[in-house]
């Protein structure tokens, strides 16, 4: 049964495990069709259209990779030159990006308490325009990153998991570590921890969060994470110490988060007009972060993972030290011996758009799935 189909996906912990499973499954079949030459081609026409309100790399070409692997043309919407810079309204907006579109993506992750929101106000000018009969089909939000999660990539963190360690159910008693680090920049948003700590402990990972005094997340994800983690078995920790998270780990996550407050009171300020307070609140935000240099991923910390090789995972950019900046969250010798994993790591993100894509789109993607491997057209012709 596909619950995902006609639906959203914004969130991972909306959706039960035997979902998430599926957009794994999806995905690694998608992604061994790719690879073996065969093309995923099963739109004819139809647009992917993508709106980003913070910068984007990976994401981004994700997006419009995993849309073209399926066949759609991708458009990616400018608000600054659309009519939303003359006070269009976000129904207006969704519906006329709605024609003949599949997919529409979102990143809005910048101020907490409105990414999630512009989402869900998205989908539903959508649903309306569909319901009222302008639009053909109804296309699917998918959360590119938003203020509480970022599902693309803890979904494609899980799958490299899966990978390295061969098979999900090998994940059950394994330890990671999801460590702040520190960060020479403001602001950083809070979903990569979120994500992650609320989708390993689904899977019987013994999963310790680390940051220092003030760093706090949403507190519900924490409260999810450990409801995840009692179900499944494994267990959910918060430590004040990046050292003890480490100990005889076997996964590290060492990445920069802003404070929950300092989030909350960025989007106050935002609502509130006085935006001479933002680089007060950047000074602010970056003092703090300067007491914590020590909060780095070295070589001295990694010796205390688990046989001293645990491996090493980033949503990346990373900062590096002595590389990007001066000091930050992992140091260039340590940055370098997994830099290529970490690309292999980013590598699943497109196939895991593909397969969300897939399954909102399709009753039955198993059976399309094994018509496009049945039919094995050449992704290049001669």
Known sequence: MNRL???????????????????????AALEELARGGVSCKVFETGLGVSIFRDNSTRTRYAFRSGCNLLGLMTEELDESSSQIAHGETVRETAAMLGFLTEVVGIRDDMFLGEGDKYQREVAAALDESHKEGVLMQRPAVINLQSDLDHPTQSMADLAHLVEVFGGIENLKGKKLAMSWAHSPSYGKPLSVPQGVITLMTRFGMDVVLAYPPGYDLVGDTLETASRFAKASGGSFAVTDSMAAAFENADVVYPKSWAPAAVMRERTRILHSGEKDKLKELEREALASNARHTDWECTEAMMRGTKGGAARYMHCLPADVTDVSCAAGEVSKAVFEKARVDTYREAGHKPFIVAALILLTRFADPTEVVRRLAKDAKPRRAG
């Open 5 to 27: 189909h006609n639906g959203d996906f914004l969130l991972t912990w909306e959706h039960d495990d035997a979902t998430v499973r599926a957009v794994l499954d999806t995905a």
